[in-house]
């Protein structure tokens, strides 16, 4: 166990929808990480968080956005849906560079 | 921008030594992460090299050339649970904001059969 917890573990849902994926990280960690793996991509970053603020983003889509609150929880959104974006969502927090620590992960398949 | 080169997969037999290598080229380079996944679950963190040489931590071992752009995970005793796939990741130098952010490799599946 990483002491990172993610929810819902699984979502199914309809192209065209919008669904919001929740990470809680380690306890004192202050940034967070997110990545999509897909069977065909492999792990991609998505975006970091550190204390609340945007620290860094990658690969992520217009249509994906992500927040962190006050009490370092995250939250992914991901709206008008499609196929594609059917995939592993994993969160990972940090409390240095040279350590990442991942959540179970969340399985969103797009019907 | 960064390249990673990982073999796609490996099969060994329970009880042998197998070593996964992993070359990368990169624009700056800070460390080089290795995980393990099991299928349909979260990797896991084995190593992070950041100087030339290896690392040893009990039945893993992790290698780096930083000159040579290559790194290698030396699994011995395997057993039937070391079956997973084997991420190489590599983190930048002076990324913005001060971030680090690894690129991650397609990973190695291995195989361990008795």
């Known amino acids: 166990d990483s002491g990172v917890t993610q929810t819902p573990k699984h979502l199914i849902t309809a192209t065209g929808q919008r669904v919001t994926l929740r990470c809680s990280p380690r306890?004192?960690?202050?940034?967070v990480y997110w990545y999509q793996q897909s069977l065909d991509q492999g792990l991609q970053f998505l975006i970091q968080?550190?204390?609340?603020?945007?620290?860094a983003k990658g690969n992520i889509l217009e249509r994906f956005s992500a927040q962190q609150f006050p009490d370092l929880h995250s939250e992914l959104n991901l709206s008008s849906l499609e196929l594609g974006d059917s995939a592993l969502y994993f969160c990972?927090?940090?409390?240095?560079?040279?350590?990442?620590?991942f959540g179970p992960g969340t399985r969103l398949t797009v019907l | 921008g960064q390249n990673i080169d990982q073999p796609t997969e490996m099969t060994a037999t329970e009880g042998a030594i197998v070593q996964i290598n992993c070359t990368y080229q990169?624009?700056?380079?800070?460390?080089l992460f290795w995980y393990q996944q099991h299928a349909g679950e979260a990797p896991t963190f084995l190593s992070y090299?950041?100087?030339?040489g290896l690392e040893e931590k009990g039945r893993f071992s992790s290698f780096l050339s930083r000159s040579k752009g290559y790194s290698y995970l030396l699994l011995k005793e395997l057993q039937m649970k070391d079956s997973a796939s084997y991420l190489c990741?590599?983190?930048?130098?002076?990324?913005?904001?001060?971030?680090?952010?690894?690129?991650f490799g397609r990973g190695t599946s291995l195989i361990v059969h008795p």
């Open positions: 306890s004192g960690d202050l940034s």
């Open positions: 090299n950041v100087l030339d």
């Open positions: 990972a927090s940090s409390a240095a560079d040279n350590e990442q620590f």
């Open positions: 990169t624009s700056g380079f800070n460390g």
């Open positions: 990741a590599v983190t930048p130098t002076g990324a913005s904001g001060g971030s680090y952010i690894p690129t």
């Open positions: 968080y550190y204390n609340g603020e945007e620290r």
